[in-house]
T-cell receptor
Framework: QKEVEQDPGPLSVPEGAIVSLNCTYSNSAFQYFMWYRQYSRKGPELLMYTYSSGNKEDGRFTAQVDKSSKYISLFIRDSQPSDSATYLC???????????FGKGMKLTVNP | SAVISQKPSRDICQRGTSLTIQCQVDSQVTMMFWYRQQPGQSLTLIATANQGSEATYESGFVIDKFPISRPNLTFSTLTVSNMSPEDSSIYLC???????????FGDGTRLSIL
């Protein structure tokens, strides 16, 4: 079993839809969790970063972490065409430099 | 957050040659990282570069193939040596300011080997 599993999609939604992106993981030692957005021909851009279980909201984005189920989600409300990108989950252990990434989910928001 | 610049942004190289990729950060950072990103695959960590010490390589990556320099707190280079078509990939540099802080990425170097 891979340490981090992410549905690669692709996912296509109409503008204004609520989008849910998910990752599962197997390593219970992971303590911090990130979502990155990557536009075509660009590097990953940090969207959300959280240490704890529960929800963290930033504008139209909500990151959810459920450590008991080893499951993280990113919700995008009122999705816009500018949200069209690949979304990568990443996680790391406290005290370790290494991040483990999901494969990324390609999202297209259609106007 | 740190702003990271990578050069070159892309290159096409001949088999058997070497290419050095530069990574410049606009502020001093403790750790810098080099990743490879291949289509349909997760970002794969090549090595971690700490200023003043040898880089730490991940399983499957060796210093002879991917020598790394870290001469100061804002700069690092990755060399891809004796290139073959299998080395065609996107190479990404990242940095973080402190342990536990998120990594920030450059835009990558798109490398094609003929």
């Amino acid at each position: 079993q891979k340490e981090v599993e992410q549905d690669p999609g692709p996912l296509s939604v109409p503008e204004g839809a609520i989008v849910s992106l998910n990752c599962t993981y197997s390593n219970s030692a992971f303590q911090y969790f990130m979502w990155y957005r990557q536009y075509s021909r660009k590097g990953p851009e940090l969207l959300m970063y959280t240490y704890s279980s529960g929800n963290k909201e930033d504008g139209r984005f909500t990151a959810q972490v459920d450590k008991s189920s080893k499951y993280i989600s990113l919700f995008i409300r009122d999705s816009q065409p500018s949200d069209s990108a690949t979304y990568l989950c990443a996680m790391g252990q406290g005290g370790s430099e290494k991040l483990v990434f999901g494969k990324g989910m390609k999202l297209t928001v259609n106007p | 957050s740190a702003v990271i610049s990578q050069k070159p942004s892309r290159d096409i190289c001949q088999r058997g040659t070497s290419l050095t990729i530069q990574c410049q950060v606009d502020s001093q950072v403790t750790m810098m990282f080099w990743y490879r990103q291949q289509p349909g695959q997760s970002l794969t960590l090549i090595a971690t570069a700490n200023q003043g010490s040898e880089a730490t390589y991940e399983s499957g990556f060796v210093i002879d193939k991917f020598p790394i320099s870290r001469p100061n707190l804002t700069f690092s280079t990755l060399t891809v040596s004796n290139m073959s078509p299998e080395d065609s990939s996107i190479y990404l540099c990242s940095a973080r300011t402190a342990l536990g802080q998120p990594q920030h990425f450059g835009d990558g170097t798109r490398l094609s080997i003929l």
